[in-house]
């Protein structure tokens, strides 16, 4: 007996013997039968229905399966892509983000080094034919194996040298490319160098800083950890000068060893949220001697000396993800 389903719906059917299963995205209802009416669904869910047919009786039962989120609307661009229409270009004059580095840049061989991996792929092949090969292909001639088996050996080495010389040569490049974390900054980028144990590498936290636009003391002071794969840009487009305008505080907020600028040191004590916690206070230290500067200038402008009637300013730790427990191991 035929079933209606709604217009759209994705269906599968099950050959079982004896029963025919369909499931659909909506809800099916037999001809002629009541309408099968799911309970309302939670948000973050969807319904479905199976529905059963099995020698003249259907039965139906309700589930519901979870889903991240339903579809969010498009955006400008998609929507003319759906409505036949091409993304508009963006303007010529629209800067780049990063003018100075390339990052499409993708390594590729030139004639030469093809012809190089090449011929170092044939010498490999005539060592292992003239000193390992023949005792080999002997060995294989008298136990009957055809010629293509002797000869396997001597061809997969030539192929894994060919390869490795070119992966050596593809990284070569990828190497040649890469500069400092100071050429890669912005022009209000500052690096601040954390003290180790004597003998390791020094590390180079990078970091950005926003003061209160309003003139006088801050009344606190700000540092921002970020999270898991992000770094400090993740503060500062949206978040850093809005926070030092709102809260009329010094605001700063810093890359975590392993991302960003910060620069990579072989240590690795500086890869746990311990050391996070330790460079985030570091960055309140850092952050109020840049008050503290503020205010000496504007008391020498003013003629009243080094300006110390100021309150020292409250001292404030934030985290997002990952740098919550940063945050957390800070204000403890």
Not at 45 to 74: E, K
Not at 181 to 205: I, T, Y
Not at 266 to 293: C, K
Request: some cysteine.
């Amino acid at each position: 007996m035929p079933l209606g389903a709604a217009p759209g719906a994705a269906a599968w059917t099950c050959p079982v013997r004896g029963s025919t299963r369909r499931h659909d995205r909506a809800p099916l209802a037999r001809t002629g039968s009541p309408r099968v009416t799911p309970p309302k669904a939670r948000i973050g869910a969807s319904g479905a229905t199976m529905t059963t047919v099995s020698r003249g009786r259907s039965r139906a039962r309700f589930f519901v399966g979870l889903r991240a989120r339903g579809p969010l609307a498009p955006l400008p661009a998609a929507a003319d892509a759906l409505n036949g229409a091409s993304p508009s270009p963006p303007p010529a004059d629209t800067p780049e983000l990063y003018p100075n580095l390339d990052l499409d840049f993708v390594p590729a061989m030139t004639f030469a080094e093809w012809a190089r991996g090449a011929a170092l792929a044939a010498l490999a092949a005539l060592l292992h034919a003239a000193f390992v090969a023949k005792l080999l292909s002997r060995k294989l001639a008298d136990a009957g194996a055809p010629w293509h088996v002797a000869a396997a050996p001597t061809v997969a080495l030539a192929a894994l040298v060919f390869l490795l010389h070119r992966y050596v040569t593809l990284e070569a490049k990828e190497q040649a490319r890469l500069i400092s974390e100071r050429q890669a900054a912005d022009a209000d980028s500052l690096f601040h160098p954390m003290g180790g144990p004597a003998g390791d590498d020094e590390l180079r936290v990078h970091y950005k800083l926003r003061r209160p636009p309003r003139p006088g003391p801050p009344r606190a002071v700000v540092a921002c950890c970020h999270g898991f794969g992000a770094n400090a840009w993740s503060w500062e487009r949206g978040a850093l000068t809005r926070l030092a305008r709102a809260l009329q505080a010094t605001v700063i907020a810093h890359d975590s060893p392993g991302f960003g600028l910060t620069s990579r040191p072989t240590n690795l004590r500086w890869y746990v949220p311990d050391a996070n916690a330790e460079i985030a206070r570091t960055m309140l230290d850092v952050a109020a001697r840049a008050h503290r500067s503020l205010d000496e200038r504007a008391g020498r402008a003013t003629g009243g000396g080094a300006g110390g009637d100021s309150p020292p300013p409250r001292r404030v730790v934030v985290g997002h993800s990952m740098g919550g427990i940063a945050a957390a191991t800070a204000a403890g």
